[in-house]
Every structure is written in structure tokens, then in C-alpha cells.
């Protein structure tokens, strides 16, 4: 998922925060300086974006309607991540004491954080400016005055091109996560009325407990058949980096939290062990007792290294003077299994992953003892994340498949 390339105007919803909470279209114009007619024209531009009517106005005062209430709590989550941002930067010093925020913020436009995440998310000038429909001058002279307005340095001018820097980069990426408050709030208005039709953004990592996504998804979309589930597979470190920029809404597999990632948090669901699994008919599938020099016979089908699973590999045989091969590397469970299937390879599975394969006497699991024991499985959520109530549903779901699985959870600080 990308940034909205129609962000509503910050000052318009700077003037709805201030009809809400005096509950006057005349009052509110008097805080921010405008005329009422000019109130009234930015709070009907909000309507005709939010679709919406957000407020009832009568002769006692104007008054937040239901979709009203949606609009507004979303916008000041908006506001205090966009207040974050600027005073709590995870790279660099603060763009703004708290005293000085009020009038720098009100300085920044839509523009300004549409500008900066589109040159984070470009290669070149010309693409970003063409992703929000400015010209390559007009985009860069709005960088101009976002850097003017924070009194600092955001983007490299090099003899290569025109690139964030890492100050612009975090604040591109903080700016993002504020934009999805929008997005949620225009699907939750729409559920207001009826219309679920919400989205559900899963990075999914390799080798995850795939069923259990299955099945979650299934009875989902049973509930909610217009709801539109987006999986992104791949690594752990882009995903992560995804989740952070507010490209998808949370994480899906082995826990396994960096210590610098402080604004992402671990919800665990299930410990799904190791097995070490061979075909029916294996050599060591008739051996009740498994060793070391026996496994380290036959070669391996792992996962790519710095993954959890290649490491229990690699600290399986850590001491061993004479360690299996692994000539083949792979995250596809399908192509594992066909490849395992077919040859005396061997490989390590989670249980949850073998149950099937060993049920219908595909696979044998081998009794060995000596596994390192596994993290466990869950989500990774942005620690501010507010999901919308079909998002909500879809955990509460995942939760109940998860807690149906026969082996409880386990303690972090014992795993890895």
C-alpha cells in the first residue's frame, strides 16, 4: 500500500477539531482566525471528502454526527503522530520543543508530507514528482519549505540526484503512519452506514503457520465478504520495515523483535516446536534412536541464513567436527516438501507445518531430543496501532484458531 494521494487539507481539519469542541461554526472561526464563511466552506470540503455529513447543525449549535465522531478521533490520532513525530524523533533531536510545536505545526501542509514521503519512496525527482502530480520544481520547492519551516536539513542534493537523508527518511516514514488514521477513518465511517468493506494488510514471513492465516481468513471473509485481505510474503527485515512505515497493518509469523524496533510491539499466539522430518520409508525412520553422526549422514533443505530455523540447524551441529551439507536453500514450504518427498533429504519443520504430511504418512517426524527450542509465533503491531473493528475481528479469530493448537506458549527469555 502507498500514501493517499488525497490527503484532505490539515487546515480544514484543524478547523473541525475546533467546531467539535466548542460546538459553534462562528466560535470556531473566531479561534483560527477565518471568517465564517470561509469556516464553513472548508468543513463542507471535508464532507464532500469523507462522504459524509460530520456534523448536525441546528439553531443550539452544530453537533458531531456519528460519522462525525469517527472523522474526528481519527484526526487527532493523526495530529498526535504527526506531534510525535516532530517531538519525539527516533533519529536526531526534536524538530520542535513542546512550546514551539503549536506554531510549527501549523505551518505544515499536506503538501509538505505528501512532498517528503514521495521522495523517500522514489529513486528520482521526476518519479516522485509525478506520484503526486506536482512538477519536479514545484515538488522541490515545496521540500524547500518543509526544511524551512523545521529549521533543518531533510534531503542530500548530490551529483547522483535529490534523496532523503536520514532525518527526512524517519520523518517520511512517521508522516505515513499518521496518513493510515485516514484510511481507517473513511472505512470505518463506511462500516457506520453498513458498507464493510475495511482492508486487512498481513505481512506474512516465511515458513509461517500458514493454516492458521487460512482458516482466519476464511471464517473473516464469511463475516465480512467485502473485506479485502492484502498478504505481502518475504523476509522478516523488509516486512518489518513495511509494518513500520504503515504500509501494511501488522505481522503474521516467528517472533523475533530487534531491540532497537521500540515502536513495534510482540503478541504471542502459539508455540509451534521443531520437528525434524524425513519421507515415510526413510533409512532413519525405522531407528528408535537418533544421533547426531546418524542425522549428519544425509543432507539438509534449509532456509536461507539469519532466518530462526537456519539457525537451530546451525546450532544443532555447532560441535559436531563433521557437519551435514545443505546444498539447497529454500522458504517454500511446497517446494521443501516436494524436494523431501522425493530424496533422503531432511529438514526441519514445525509441528504445526508436518501435522497433515505426518497424519496421511507422507512424512515421518524422527525422535530427537536435542532441537533448539523455537520462539514463539504471533503479530508484530505498531505499538500505537488502533485497528479498525474488522481488524479487531480478524485478531480475535487468529487468537481462537491459535489457542486450539496443543502445545502452550513458552517464555521468551528461554527461546530464540
Known amino acids: 500500500m502507498s500514501y493517499r494521494s488525497n490527503v484532505p487539507n490539515l487546515g480544514h481539519l484543524r478547523v473541525f477539531e475546533r467546531i467539535a469542541e466548542t460546538g459553534s461554526i462562528s466560535r470556531a472561526a473566531e479561534m483560527v482566525g477565518r471568517s465564517q464563511p470561509a469556516v464553513t466552506l472548508a468543513l463542507r470540503k471535508l ?15 452544530s453537533y458531531l454526527t456519528d460519522a462525525g465522531s469517527i472523522f474526528l478521533a481519527r484526526a487527532q490520532r493523526l495530529f498526535e503522530q504527526i506531534d510525535r513525530a ?18 510549527i505545526r501549523s505551518k505544515i501542509a499536506a503538501s509538505h508530507i505528501r512532498a517528503v514521503i514521495a521522495v523517500t519512496e522514489h529513486e528520482t525527482l521526476e518519479t516522485a514528482a509525478h506520484s503526486v502530480g506536482l512538477s519536479k520544481p514545484s515538488l522541490y520547492r515545496t521540500t524547500q519549505e518543509l526544511e ?17 537523508n536520514r532525518l527526512g527518511a524517519e ?13 481507517y477513518a473513511l472505512e470505518e465511517i463506511e462500516a457506520s452506514k453498513g458498507v464493510i468493506a475495511s482492508r486487512i494488510l498481513i505481512g506474512a514471513m516465511p515458513l509461517c503457520a500458514v493454516q492458521l492465516l487460512t482458516d482466519t481468513i476464511n471464517v473473516l471473509l464469511k463475516e465480512y465478504p467485502a473485506t479485502h485481505v492484502g498478504i505481502q510474503d518475504g523476509p522478516y527485515v523488509p516486512l518489518l ?11 503474521f509469523g516467528v517472533l523475533r523483535r ?75 514450504f511446497e517446494f521443501q516438501l516436494s524436494m523431501q518427498l522425493s530424496s533422503d533429504r531432511i529438514t526441519l519443520m514445525t509441528k504445526h507445518e508436518a501435522r497433515h504430511h505426518l497424519g496421511a504418512g507422507l512424512l515421518t ?52
Do not use: C
Request: without cysteine; positive net charge; charged residues 25%.
Open 171 to 183: 520523518l517520511a516514514r512517521r508522516f505515513s503512519i499518521a496518513l493510515r488514521e485516514i484510511d
Open 258 to 332: 530487534p531491540d532497537w524496533a521500540i515502536d513495534v510491539v510482540e503478541m504471542p499466539l502459539l508455540y509451534d516446536p521443531y520437528a525434524i522430518t524425513v519421507r515415510n520409508g526413510h533409512p532413519l525412520a525405522s531407528k528408535s534412536r537418533i544421533t547426531l553422526a546418524d542425522l549428519a549422514q544425509f543432507d539438509w533443505i534449509m532456509p536461507k541464513q539469519g532466518t530462526p530455523r537456519r539457525l537451530a540447524f546451525d546450532r544443532l551441529f555447532e560441535n559436531v567436527a563433521s557437519p551435514p551439507s545443505s546444498n539447497i536453500e529454500t522458504s517454500s
Open 148 to 164: 524551512k519551516i523545521l529549521g533543518r536539513s531533510l534531503f542530500n542534493r548530490t551529483i547522483r540526484g535529490f534523496a532523503a
Open 47 to 61: 464532507e464532500q471528502f469523507s462522504g459524509s455529513e460530520l456534523l448536525d447543525r441546528r439553531r443550539s449549535g
Open 86 to 103: 516532530l517531538t519525539q524523533p527516533l533519529v536526531g533531536a526534536p524538530f520542535a520543543e513542546p512550546d514551539r510545536l503549536q506554531g
Open 241 to 251: 520495515a513495511d509494518l513500520r512505515h504503515g504500509r501494511i497493518d501488522f505481522l
Open 365 to 416: 517426524s524422527l525422535q530427537y531430543s536435542g532441537l533448539h527450542r523455537r520462539s514463539n509465533d504471533g503479530i508484530v503491531m505498531r505499538h500505537d496501532w488502533q485497528p479498525t473493528a474488522v481488524q479487531k475481528r480478524f485478531l480475535e479469530i487468529l487468537r481462537e484458531y491459535a489457542s486450539r493448537v496443543e502445545t502452550p506458549l513458552v517464555d521468551h527469555a528461554t527461546s530464540g
